[in-house]
């Protein structure tokens, strides 16, 4: 099945099964390579970026696991997706990344570097500050709420209730060689906060009481609204 095909697909089967919606798709660059790194809670978070209404090149990097999957596994060969083997420091998939994002691709990556089986962001890895310093593009926070219960309300009949919401998109710098782990860190809570800030408090986990994210809070005129159903 062509990309086309599976994409119209999963817009019917969210415009008829979910009530989903996306807030902030100006903040989305129309083309050009872009990193969106997103918070990860559920199986159902590449398909709710897959059939977001502004990037339809988007694909993800998908840990290698799910190759054992059949029908995550068919999903992401047919969206294009990478596998990662997150077990060890896996170059090839790096590689891989960063040619399709040169070439003009959206990239969905989790910082986190793992689903959250807490409903709550987890700390932080350096993957993805380390993607986007090699290929130079701009990064876009995106929020995911709603995620995490989706497949059991399905199963049972119910329509879950998801938003995904963009944040503004930035740029990391290079970072210095004086300092270098210490700017790093910096640069993963940035990013970490930024997508905390476009969550309800009750997903804020590890980053709760960080001060960049309360500073954040207060520069978009406080917490986003809980919605849960």
């Not at 709420?145 to 944040?167: C, H, N, Q, V, Y």
């Not at 993963?188 to 980053?207: S, V």
């Not at 709760?208 to 809980?226: A, F, N, S, T």
């Amino acid at each position: 099945m062509e990309r086309e095909t599976l994409q119209r697909i999963m817009y019917y089967l969210f415009d008829h099964l979910t009530v989903t919606r996306f807030e902030g798709t100006e903040n989305v660059p129309n083309e050009g390579g872009v990193i969106v790194a997103t918070n990860h809670m559920s199986r159902m978070d590449i398909p709710l970026l897959f059939v977001n209404p502004v990037r339809k090149d988007i694909t993800a990097l998908v840990a290698e696991k799910y190759v054992k999957y059949p029908a995550i596994s068919w999903f992401a060969k047919t969206a294009g997706a990478i596998y990662i083997d997150r077990s060890r420091a896996d170059f090839g998939a790096f590689r891989e990344a960063q040619k399709l994002i040169k070439a003009g691709i959206a990239m969905g990556i989790a910082p986190e570097g793992t689903r959250s089986k807490v409903s709550e962001l987890l700390e932080g890895k350096a993957g993805t500050i380390l993607l986007a310093i090699r290929t130079g593009v701009p990064i876009v926070p995106v929020g995911l709420a709603g995620t995490e219960d989706s497949f059991k309300k399905l199963l049972t009949f119910r329509k879950p209730r998801m938003i995904a919401r963009f944040g503004k998109p930035y740029v990391i710098e290079e970072l210095p060689r004086e300092n270098r782990e210490e700017a790093m860190q910096k640069a993963i809570d940035e990013i970490m906060c930024r997508i905390a800030a476009l969550l309800p408090a009750r997903y804020w986990g590890f980053y709760k009481d960080h001060p960049r994210l309360q500073e954040l809070i207060i520069e978009q005129g406080g917490p986003v609204p809980d919605e849960r159903s």
